[in-house]
Every structure is written in structure tokens, then in C-alpha cells.
């Protein structure tokens, strides 16, 4: 039997929470009486103007929903305007489950499988729930969201409503499969999104090296194109498929993609099959004549015999001089007899031969074999390694694919990007990053489970796919380009490459390294870092060491309660009296301890803005502990490249972030070479960049004065692709020109490079097309790269603005709001705006002593503008320097010392308050 998971009360719609992308535009839920045939209640929602997303959570018991009763059951209508609803789940680890459904302008009921719902990266989780065999777990879900999404449902800007009765949860009474009901995944050919339409075709050809011998002849036409993947050009011995281009599609501009491709799949649901597509009407096949049509029968031919190397080339695309590389090939044979093969292999450097050798091979029936040998290179260079298969004397498959070989040496220090000054300098020149966050544009239209297992993966990684994205990153001045890193260490070969392929194109890299404040796996970034050499690479300009954190939700935060109270201890000397300073009680949990604030005291101002203030404080300073020991930790492995952050999740200083704790960047500024804020929430209007400019000095303050770079910024197109869609992210672009350079900023990466379909999120913010043309919003990059990239040192006059961080709760928000309009009356343009505390410019002699929170100082808690960590402890004796086995962030610590040896302690400790010491 049906139980009811949300009834609708009187009091339900002040129980339910929103979150927006527009907080400005007025919403409202009524409650009002549900037709005769529904019985009972429903809720009224009404939005003044939609044009992002907009959601309305309640909290539910854990335990009401379960796996006995998984499908969600109510009924709905629409307005006019509102054609699709979206559901969410959210579990108590963060994780979030989200689907669509269509709705019409009549009452109907509907029926979700909460099992069928997807999962949402932007969580807590992402990276560790969400895999091909995860699902909801029912019993841990705490929250139900009911609203209208535009990244999972195709809805119009304006007005919205909606209609939704009470919501139940019921049995399956008679299940059909996600899988039995999904539209199989056929790469090149479905779903949906495997393939996109090219408008401005000229010229089919067939690429370079193929195998089914050749044509080039002018066809003019719009068609449905299929999206570029790796050619399979690196023996991996993991790779379950193989995708081969049959014919390019070519435009009059340079684009190109593909007409026609043939797949080879060897594990999964459709192991052993093969099929290729071709977007070709009757009408090419005539204009391509005897060549074409030849081509189209040796690709059936082929795929009737049924045998294929799966994957062939270098087992690595690159190697360091101690490393000793191989080539060759892994064979599949789907068909129905053994084969007697012949793979040969010539590897060359600028057209003279170094090596080859052929091998014969036997493939039994639906069996694999491979053939990888090793080889001497004549020093440091890029190899062509070619592999062909041969049967009874013909060429019946062939791969080419270069192999570096690096050379053994440390750049010299200019080469590599410094911050000195306020600004990045190459050379002791100021140098500017301008670019994208790049991913390469086969990535889209990729299924989740193979975008998750990164580009960079050894299988999904082909050089010279990205070399073309590259060649037209330089075409449009970019200098810089931020990527994730290679999932494992055997993937690291892919990284030197690409870093390489920068340095060759005049790029350099910003990289993630998840060096989180909060813990990370120690061994896997020492494996990046060190194991991978990353030090000698001068390309490399910086690593990013967490990607949009947040502190979270009040659930969330309460993770991090025992620590606050053991910060309070130890700097009011317990809770109580920090409730007497304060001049409130915090809140307490079911035990009667004391927690953090409840997100509504993030939001609000209220008589707990001291006890907020010194919330703020003890994150400031968890975070700085963390962010100190991420350095160190890079640091003892790489000296040579800066560290950051990008900080900015949901887009820094926005108002809707407030009560998830996004972090500030002030926190563990201290160990940070520069600030990376993002600009979600800018608007395309005109005019908008000059607003942020006050975020781009809170950031400038923030960091004392370093570089601040704009990390993220962007909009997505999909679902509408409409000319409106194109100029309002061109403009949004365009103004994070506009503030780079208005605010004295040090540079800006959007997001992102692929245009495209991107499945998980259901978005395309691409900003190059998939045929390789530059969007509106890639030519904003072109146009202001010799004004953000061209310019010096800044001697703009300044005017300061004094801010006070414990004036409100809501943090950057808050002094966002009270400070802008201040702001833009100082921001002319020919001014430079900077902001300061009552700190700045003090030292500890000289500074009013002031508690957090603004109250009087009388010997307990901490002070404004004053603060200090340990930055490393060590005791020096007997000839020898002792230090602590593991780094420290909190509570005490032990070195193990020879008893009786005389010594001295040392202690370095690190200012991360605001004020100098004197």
C-alpha cells in the first residue's frame, strides 16, 4: 500500500525551502483545495520570471521512503508555460538523485521510479557515488525537491506555475527495466546526442591514413554529423571498443568532422558487434562516385570478417629518458574461424627509419591476442610509430600514432610563471592566463561512464585530436588553459604530452590537484607530483587544489562541530563563556552539545551575527591549517610552480550559496600564490562586469594584494541553440573581459572549451562548436586578448573602501550588498578601487583591540586583525633536526627524541591575520 511521504498542511509551504538562480524575481506557494477526483489539498506554486531554476525542498524522516516503495506518486498540472516538472532526492551524505517529467495544463497522475532517477555531481559525493550500478538509496533520503530546472528540462525564460498534490510513495506493480526501456547506447548513432547537426558542409574526404582507400569530392549539404573519438592509437590492454573514421566532412572555413564511422565493440552489451553510420543521403553516394562506393563496400566487407586490431600503436604516448617504450598491437577476432595474422610495425623521426619488425600471429575465434615488443629510440624526439595488419599479403586495418620521447632536463627558473609584485610575471615580464577550462571536443555526446573516466584516461586520450583544439586555442590568443589531472599513474604519460603540446602552441596549464584543506590521498598526488616529475615541466604554471569546496549545509557542517568546540575551548576557555561574549546561545544538537549556526543564521542577520562572526573565524582558521598543510605537502615535492584554488562554487559572493558555506576567499589565503574567484551570476546585460568589480577587489584584499584570476564564468545553450541563447553567453563572456580589465584583474578561464552535448549535465557551455568553429563567445577571447594579455603593471590612482567582515553574517554577500553602490561611485574607470579594514596598515603595537564580532576585548577569544598558526615545529639536538611524523592541523603533536639529549625547539609560525607583527 501507498504511504504518504509530504502531505499538504497549512503550514507547508512556510516549511519548505528555495533555492533559486534568481532570488530577486518573486515566488509564492498557496495551498489550495485539490479537485473532487484527487481529494484533499494541493500546492499553488507561482513565479514571477524563470530563467535558470528554481526548487522547493522539505525535509523527510529517513526511513519513510524505502525500496519496498520506490515509486513517487502524486498529481500535477502545469500552466501554460511550464511543461516539465523536476524531481530530487537527497540522501544524508549529500549525494543528490534528480529526473524530469512532462506535464500538461490538466490534472494527471504520475508515477517516478525513484530507482530510475540520475545522479547530480554537484554534490559531496561526486567521484565516489554515482556509478553505473548506483542508485538511490531510499532509506537514506532526507529531502524531497520538488521545482523547474532548465538543466534537466527544456522550459522558456518568463512566468511560471505549477499545480502538485500531496506525494506518495508506492510498490512497482509491474516493473520494466531502466535498461529494457532506455534507448540503447550505439556510439555514432543513439541516443540523441551522438550525433549534431553541421550546417555549412562542403567537402567530404576520407582521412588521413585510412584504410579503405581514398576520395575528396565536393558535396554541399547540412547534416547530422557524429562526433570525434580517440582513434585508439595507444596499446592499453583496457579498452573495450574502438572507433574508426570512415569519411571527414569538411566546411570552406577549415571545420571538419565526421560523415561516417565504423565501431568495433568488444566488451559490454554489445560485445562483438560491429556497425558504422553514415549521414549520407543517395545524392552523395552518386557525387562521390566509384571511390565512395567502394569504400562502402570494403566496410561491410570488413565487418563481415570480423577481425580488427582494437587498439595499436606505442603502448605509451609518452616517455621520460629512463623509461624503455614498446609498440604493436591487440587483435580481436569476433568471427567464427581462427585467423593466421601478420602485424607490422615501422617507427620513424622526420621520415627516416630507426625501427621495424613484423610478427605472425594466430587469433583463435572470439579471442584476442597482442603483439607488443620493445624498441631503442635514437634520443629525445617524436617518434611516428606506424602498425598495420595484414592477411594473405593485403593491408586490412592500419593505426599511426606519434611516441615522445622527453629529454632529461630542468628548465632554467625564468622560464617558469612567478608571482612577484601583484601580478604573474614570466621572465620578470607580467604574463596573463586567458583561456578556457579546457576538455577536448570529442568528450561530447560521450556516455557518463566514459566522460567520468577522463579524457586524460590512457584509453580516451588521443594527442592528435587535442592537437587540433590547440592549434585554434593559439589562433585566438589564449595563453592558458585549466584541465584536471590523469585519473591513475599509469595515465601520467598523457599529461606529459599534452604539457608539451602546450609549451609547443605558447600555452601554459593551470592543473588540478586534489590537495583538499580537509584531506586528500597523499598517495595519489605523490604520485602525480613527484612520480610523475611534474617539477621539470615549465608549462605547468600552477596547480588548483580544490575545485568549488563549500563547508556545506548545516547537516553538512555539523561534521566539522567537534572541532568548533574544541576552537571555542581553546579560545574562550569553554562554551559558556563564549556565549556570555557573544551574547547568545548557539545552537545545540540532540546530545546538548554546541554546534555551528543553523543556515538561516548564515542567511539572516539576528543576535547571533558574534557568534556568526566567530563561526567565520574558526573556518578561516580550520582552513588555513589545511591549506598550509596542502602546500607543504606539494611544496616538499615540486618548489616550482604557484598554488590556488578555485573557490568560487556557485559562483563567488552570490547570495544563494550563503547558506551552503561556499568558502571565502580569504581562507588560507595565507598559503595561496593567488585567488581564484568564478563569476557565475553574471548577467549578459551591459554594464554587469562593473558590479563584480567589487568582488574582484574583495578577492584582491583577500589575498594581500596577489593576483586574482577569474576561474569559471559562463552560460549553457542547451536546450533552445537559439541566436538569443549564442549572444546572451557571448555577452556574459565579453563582460568578464570587460571586468579583467576594469578591475585590474590578472586573468579569466571559461567555461568551457566542447561545444556539444554534455550527457551528466545535461548543458552545453561550449564555447567552440564541435566542427572546430570559435562561438561568439571564443571570438570575446580573440578581442580582448591584447587588451587583458598586452598590459603592464597597473598605475591607475586608488581609491579605498573600508570594509568590516563582522558587520553582517552573510559574509562576501552581505558586504557585497551594502558596499556596491559606494563601490560604483568610486569605480570610474580611471580609478583603481581597493578595499581595507581597520587592520590594514596597523601592526600588533599599534592596532584597537577588538574581539570578533565587533565586541570589546577583555582578555578572551580572538582578536580582530590578529592571528598566527604553526606553520612547522621541529627540535634541533644531538647534530639532528627531529620533526613530527605526520603534518599537523589541530591538537597536539609528538617527536620522538633520544631521552637525555639536550636540544632546542623550534617553531615557525606563519601570520594569517591582517595586521603586521612588530
Known amino acids: 500500500a501507498a504511504v504518504?511521504?509530504?502531505?499538504?498542511?497549512?503550514?507547508?509551504?512556510?516549511?519548505?525551502?528555495?533555492?533559486?538562480?534568481?532570488?530577486?524575481?518573486?515566488?509564492?506557494?498557496?495551498?489550495?483545495?485539490?479537485?473532487?477526483?484527487?481529494?484533499?489539498?494541493?500546492?499553488?506554486?507561482?513565479?514571477?520570471?524563470?530563467?535558470?531554476?528554481?526548487?522547493?525542498?522539505?525535509?523527510?524522516?529517513?526511513?519513510?521512503?524505502?525500496?519496498?516503495?520506490?515509486?513517487?506518486?502524486?498529481?500535477?498540472?502545469?500552466?501554460?508555460?511550464?511543461?516539465?516538472?523536476?524531481?530530487?532526492?537527497?540522501?544524508?551524505?549529500?549525494?543528490?538523485?534528480?529526473?524530469?517529467?512532462?506535464?500538461?495544463?490538466?490534472?494527471?497522475?504520475?508515477?517516478?521510479?525513484?530507482?530510475?532517477?540520475?545522479?547530480?555531481?554537484?554534490?559531496?559525493?561526486?567521484?565516489?557515488?554515482?556509478?553505473?550500478?548506483?542508485?538511490?538509496?531510499?532509506?537514506?533520503?532526507?529531502?524531497?525537491?520538488?521545482?523547474?530546472?532548465?538543466?534537466?528540462?527544456?522550459?522558456?525564460?518568463?512566468?511560471?506555475?505549477?499545480?502538485?498534490?500531496?506525494?506518495?510513495?508506492?510498490?512497482?506493480?509491474?516493473?520494466?527495466?531502466?535498461?529494457?526501456?532506455?534507448?540503447?547506447?550505439?556510439?555514432?548513432?543513439?541516443?540523441?546526442?551522438?550525433?549534431?547537426?553541421?550546417?555549412?558542409?562542403?567537402?567530404?574526404?576520407?582521412?588521413?591514413?585510412?584504410?579503405?582507400?581514398?576520395?575528396?569530392?565536393?558535396?554541399?549539404?547540412?547534416?547530422?554529423?557524429?562526433?570525434?573519438?580517440?582513434?585508439?592509437r595507444v596499446v592499453t590492454g583496457r579498452r573495450g571498443k574502438r572507433w574508426i573514421p570512415l569519411l571527414e566532412a569538411r566546411d570552406a572555413d577549415g571545420g571538419h568532422m565526421y560523415a561516417a564511422a565504423l565501431v568495433v565493440q568488444a566488451s559490454g552489451r554489445f560485445a562483438g558487434a560491429t556497425w558504422s553510420y553514415w549521414a549520407l543521403p543517395q545524392a552523395a553516394f552518386e557525387a562521390g562516385g566509384q571511390a565512395l562506393q567502394r569504400i562502402f563496400g570494403q566496410v561491410l566487407a570488413a565487418q563481415a570478417r570480423r577481425l580488427w586490431m582494437l587498439e595499436a600503436g606505442p603502448d605509451q604516448v609518452a616517455y621520460m629518458p629512463d623509461q624503455r617504450p614498446k609498440a604493436g598491437a591487440r587483435l580481436v577476432n569476433l568471427g567464427p574461424e581462427d585467423a593466421q595474422v601478420e602485424v607490422a610495425v615501422r617507427i620513424s623521426r622526420d621520415s627516416s627509419p630507426i625501427v621495424a619488425f613484423s610478427r605472425q600471429v594466430s587469433v583463435p575465434s572470439l579471442s584476442e591476442a597482442t603483439v607488443l615488443e620493445p624498441w631503442r629510440p635514437a634520443g629525445p624526439g617524436v617518434?611516428?610509430?606506424?602498425?598495420?595488419?595484414?592477411?594473405?599479403?593485403?593491408?586490412?586495418?592500419?593505426?599511426?600514432?606519434?611516441?615522445?620521447?622527453?629529454?632529461?632536463?630542468?628548465?632554467?627558473?625564468?622560464?617558469?610563471?612567478?608571482?612577484?609584485?601583484?601580478?604573474?610575471?614570466?621572465?620578470?615580464?607580467?604574463?596573463?592566463?586567458?583561456?578556457?577550462?579546457?576538455?577536448?571536443?570529442?568528450?561530447?555526446?560521450?556516455?557518463?561512464?566514459?566522460?567520468?573516466?577522463?579524457?586524460?584516461?590512457?584509453?580516451?586520450?588521443?594527442?592528435?585530436?587535442?592537437?587540433?583544439?590547440?592549434?585554434?586555442?593559439?589562433?585566438?590568443?589564449?595563453?592558458?588553459?585549466?584541465?584536471?589531472?590523469?585519473?591513475?599513474?599509469?595515465?601520467?604519460?598523457?599529461?606529459?604530452?599534452?604539457?608539451?603540446?602546450?609549451?609547443?602552441?605558447?600555452?601554459?596549464?593551470?592543473?588540478?590537484?586534489?590537495?583538499?584543506?580537509?584531506?586528500?590521498?597523499?598517495?595519489?598526488?605523490?604520485?602525480?607530483?613527484?612520480?610523475?616529475?611534474?617539477?621539470?615541466?615549465?608549462s605547468l604554471f600552477a596547480y588548483d587544489i580544490t575545485w568549488e569546496p563549500r563547508w556545506g549545509g548545516y547537516a553538512e557542517r555539523s561534521r566539522?562541530?567537534?572541532?568548533?568546540?574544541?576552537?571555542?575551548?581553546?579560545?574562550?576557555?569553554?562554551?559558556?563563556?563564549?556565549?556570555?561574549?557573544?551574547?547568545?546561545?548557539?545552537?545545540?544538537?540532540?546530545?546538548?552539545?554546541?554546534?555551528?549556526?543553523?543556515?538561516?543564521?548564515?542567511?539572516?542577520?539576528?543576535?547571533?551575527?558574534?557568534?556568526?562572526?566567530?563561526?567565520?573565524?574558526?573556518?578561516?582558521?580550520?582552513?588555513?591549517?589545511?591549506?598550509?598543510?596542502?602546500?607543504?605537502f606539494l611544496r616538499a615535492r615540486d618548489s616550482h610552480h604557484l598554488i590556488s584554488n578555485r573557490a568560487g562554487y556557485g559562483g563567488t559572493g552570490n547570495q544563494w550559496v550563503v547558506g551552503v558555506y561556499q568558502f571565502d576567499p580569504s581562507s588560507g589565503a595565507a598559503h595561496l600564490d593567488f585567488i581564484s574567484p568564478e563569476a557565475y551570476g553574471m548577467t549578459p546585460e551591459e554594464g554587469d562586469y562593473r558590479r563584480w568589480g567589487f568582488v574582484d577587489a574583495y578577492c584582491r584584499w583577500a589575498g594581500n594584494g596577489k593576483p586574482v584570476f577569474w576561474s569559471e564564468y559562463g552560460s549553457s545553450i542547451w536546450p533552445g541553440y537559439k541566436p538569443q541563447d549564442y549572444e546572451a553567453q557571448r555577452r556574459i563572456w565579453e563582460n568578464v573581459q570587460r571586468l579583467v580589465v576594469f578591475a585590474g584583474g590578472d586573468g579569466d578561464a571559461g567555461w568551457w572549451w566542447p561545444g556539444g552535448y554534455r550527457v551528466d549535465e545535461r548543458s552545453d557551455f561550449g564555447c567552440i562548436e564541435p566542427w572546430g568553429e570559435p562561438r561568439p563567445s571564443a571570438l570575446e577571447l580573440r578581442k580582448w586578448a591584447p587588451q587583458i594579455c598586452k598590459r603592464g603593471d597597473e598605475t591607475r590612482p586608488i581609491r579605498w573602501l573600508e570594509i568590516d567582515r563582522d558587520s553582517c553574517v552573510q559574509g562576501l554577500y552581505g558586504l557585497w550588498v551594502r558596499h556596491l553602490d559606494e563601490y560604483l561611485r568610486a569605480a570610474d574607470g580611471e580609478h583603481l578601487v581597493r578595499l581595507r579594514t581597520a587592520a590594514d596598515g596597523?601592526?600588533?603595537?599599534?592596532?584597537?583591540?577588538?574581539?570578533?564580532?565587533?565586541?570589546?576585548?577583555?582578555?578572551?577569544?580572538?582578536?580582530?586583525?590578529?592571528n598566527a598558526e604553526v606553520e612547522a615545529v621541529g627540535i634541533d639536538a644531538d647534530g639532528h633536526t627531529y620533526q613530527p611524523e605526520n603534518d599537523i592541523l589541530f591538537g597536539d603533536i609528538g617527536i620522538a627524541v633520544p631521552a637525555g639529549t639536550p636540544g632546542r625547539v623550534r617553531v615557525v609560525l606563519a601570520n594569517t591575520g591582517v595586521a603586521t607583527w612588530a
Open 4 to 232: 504518504t511521504v509530504l502531505p499538504v498542511d497549512d503550514d507547508l509551504p512556510e516549511k519548505l525551502e528555495v533555492a533559486t538562480n534568481a532570488p530577486a524575481y518573486r515566488k509564492t506557494v498557496t495551498v489550495e483545495e485539490a479537485p473532487r477526483l484527487i481529494g484533499g489539498r494541493a500546492l499553488h506554486f507561482r513565479l514571477e520570471n524563470f530563467d535558470g531554476w528554481t526548487t522547493w525542498g522539505a525535509a523527510i524522516p529517513p526511513g519513510k521512503l524505502s525500496d519496498d516503495n520506490p515509486v513517487l506518486l502524486f498529481w500535477a498540472k502545469g500552466g501554460e508555460q511550464t511543461t516539465h516538472l523536476t524531481i530530487e532526492l537527497r540522501e544524508e551524505d549529500g549525494s543528490r538523485w534528480i529526473g524530469s517529467i512532462p506535464i500538461s495544463t490538466q490534472w494527471q497522475r504520475y508515477g517516478v521510479s525513484a530507482h530510475n532517477l540520475s545522479f547530480w555531481p554537484d554534490c559531496p559525493t561526486r567521484g565516489i557515488r554515482g556509478g553505473p550500478q548506483d542508485h538511490a538509496r531510499l532509506d537514506k533520503v532526507v529531502e524531497i525537491r520538488i521545482g523547474l530546472a532548465k538543466s534537466h528540462s527544456p522550459l522558456a525564460d518568463g512566468p511560471k506555475e505549477f499545480w502538485l498534490s500531496a506525494i506518495e510513495a508506492g510498490p512497482v506493480v509491474r516493473e520494466a527495466t531502466p535498461e529494457a526501456l532506455a534507448v540503447p547506447e550505439l556510439e555514432a548513432i543513439a541516443p540523441f546526442y551522438k550525433t549534431f547537426p553541421y550546417p555549412k558542409v562542403t567537402e567530404l574526404s576520407t582521412p588521413e591514413g585510412a584504410v579503405f582507400g581514398e576520395a575528396r569530392f565536393e558535396y554541399r549539404t547540412e547534416m547530422r554529423a557524429t562526433y570525434a573519438r580517440p582513434w585508439a
Open 842 to 866: 596597523r601592526s600588533s603595537v599599534d592596532l584597537d583591540l577588538v574581539g570578533v564580532g565587533n565586541v570589546p576585548y577583555g582578555g578572551l577569544g580572538p582578536v580582530k586583525g590578529l
Open 560 to 632: 566539522y562541530d567537534p572541532q568548533w568546540r574544541e576552537w571555542v575551548n581553546d579560545q574562550y576557555g569553554s562554551i559558556e563563556t563564549a556565549e556570555e561574549i557573544w551574547g547568545f546561545r548557539c545552537p545545540r544538537n540532540e546530545q546538548g552539545e554546541a554546534t555551528g549556526p543553523t543556515d538561516e543564521q548564515l542567511i539572516n542577520d539576528g543576535p547571533w551575527r558574534v557568534m556568526v562572526a566567530a563561526y567565520r573565524r574558526f573556518v578561516d582558521d580550520f582552513l588555513s591549517a589545511g591549506y598550509g598543510r596542502s602546500r607543504r
Open 383 to 538: 617518434y611516428d610509430v606506424l602498425v598495420e595488419l595484414r592477411q594473405g599479403g593485403a593491408v586490412i586495418d592500419r593505426v599511426s600514432c606519434p611516441a615522445r620521447i622527453l629529454a632529461d632536463a630542468q628548465p632554467p627558473p625564468e622560464d617558469y610563471v612567478r608571482v612577484d609584485r601583484g601580478r604573474f610575471r614570466l621572465g620578470g615580464r607580467p604574463w596573463f592566463p586567458h583561456g578556457t577550462n579546457f576538455w577536448p571536443r570529442y568528450v561530447s555526446g560521450m556516455s557518463a561512464a566514459d566522460y567520468w573516466l577522463h579524457w586524460q584516461n590512457s584509453e580516451h586520450y588521443d594527442l592528435l585530436l587535442v592537437e587540433g583544439d590547440l592549434a585554434i586555442a593559439e589562433s585566438l590568443g589564449i595563453t592558458a588553459l585549466r584541465i584536471q589531472p590523469p585519473p591513475r599513474e599509469r595515465d601520467i604519460p598523457c599529461l606529459w604530452d599534452f604539457l608539451e603540446r602546450c609549451r609547443a602552441h605558447g600555452l601554459r596549464v593551470n592543473l588540478f590537484v586534489p590537495v583538499d584543506p580537509r584531506g586528500f590521498d597523499a598517495e595519489y598526488v605523490g604520485k602525480l607530483v613527484e612520480g610523475g616529475r611534474l617539477s621539470r615541466f615549465s
